[in-house]
């Protein structure tokens, strides 16, 4: 049964069985038993401190969860809690939308820098996945905004102000990952271009069969880190020493994870790490990752500082548009991109 809806969450409400097309291989569906049972999960940094009285400890703790875990969650981190509920509230308030004023936003051409869509790359790929999804560039704003949603009317002040704060967390992360690995800190800035920002708004409805499908089946992320919002509806499994780890939410952090460019910079001591989303039958949830990118002329490589005889560079030079046309192409997939461009023995 193949849907002519364009959008899943015109669908979703109105099936009680999987449509065939979402339905995933019997070897790669998820384990929703795990869900609940992973005691462990990603650790929790404090950033009260950072830039004065505990810098040092910081450093070294985003030190640890970057090389042993590649994800961590962040408290004390400086973005008020009101232009975070306006986010998650307009966000909402866009998915409840009618069909047809969301449908104004709708394409699947990729190259669009604001859009609406479903799925991944619906036009490559076999099985589709249980999301659909609002895709903005944020970075210069004014170069964006007008593009963005006119509705809900206060869609584009809300979400600017939480761009404008995201721009600058991820800048701060990105000095105390360049200071943990023994960088200048300015290093990953200069690395990375002129930089680029993207926001994805993931809304993922309840699902009849969630033990059929994914709303994102496991993937790296292709940019350089990624600060997730998510509502306190559980979902995201992070990869961790062979099994999956669910990320339950906790009120006022955000998660954060190196991806595949920061693996790359800092020629493999950081790991971009699989992860995945879960769906489940009674609730919707929401998921907000700001992608913080290098510029697509950006010439990433190992950081000649951590390249020596014991530690030979592991990655040739390319820029970040040859890296995420690759990755688009490919779609999501669990060998992850960032092989395609390993250095020859």
Not at 90 to 106: A, D, I, Q, T
Not at 149 to 177: C, H, Q, T
Not at 202 to 222: F, I
Not at 302 to 313: G, M, Y
Request: with cysteine.
């Amino acid at each position: 049964m193949a849907t002519t809806k364009p959008l899943l969450t015109d669908l979703a409400s109105t099936v009680d069985r999987v449509p065939s097309n979402f339905i995933r291989p019997i070897g790669d569906r998820p384990n929703l038993q795990q869900l609940h049972s992973s005691i462990a999960s990603i650790p929790i940094i404090d950033l009260q401190g950072l830039g004065g009285s505990n810098h040092s400890q910081i450093i070294q703790n985003i030190a640890h969860a970057c090389q042993n875990y590649g994800f961590f969650q962040i408290v004390n981190h400086g973005i008020p809690e009101e232009v975070v509920s306006k986010m998650v509230n307009v966000s909402k308030e866009f998915f409840g939308l009618p069909e047809s004023e969301r449908l104004k936003n709708y394409s699947d051409d990729p190259t669009k820098t604001t859009r609406l869509s479903t799925s991944f790359n619906v036009k490559t790929e076999k099985v589709s996945n249980w999301r659909d999804f609002l895709r903005l560039h944020c970075h210069p704003l004014e170069d964006y905004i007008q593009e963005w949603p006119g509705n809900p009317p206060s869609f584009r002040e809300d979400v600017a102000e939480y761009s404008r704060k995201m721009r600058g967390l991820s800048l701060k992360l990105l000095e105390a990952i360049s200071e943990s690995l023994g960088l200048e800190k300015d290093y990953i800035d200069k690395a990375l271009g002129k930089h680029g920002q993207h926001m994805a708004i993931n809304y993922y409805p309840p699902c009849p069969e969630p033990e059929l499908t994914y709303g994102l089946p496991a993937h790296a992320d292709p940019n350089a880190i990624t600060i997730l919002l998510q509502n306190q509806v559980p979902g995201l499994q992070v990869l961790h020493d062979g099994k999956w780890l669910t990320v339950n939410p906790v009120p006022n952090t955000f998660i954060v994870n190196i991806a595949d460019q920061i693996q790359v910079i800092s020629n493999d001591r950081y790991k971009s790490v699989l992860h995945r989303a879960l769906v489940n039958c009674e609730k919707e949830r929401m998921s907000i990752p700001t992608f913080y990118c290098p510029s697509p002329d950006a010439l990433i490589k190992p950081a000649p500082q951590l390249v020596d005889k014991e530690h030979p560079a592991q990655y040739t030079n390319f820029t970040y548009r040859e890296y995420y046309d690759k990755f688009w192409i490919r779609g999501l997939s669990k060998e992850t991109c960032v092989d395609m461009f390993k250095a020859q023995d």
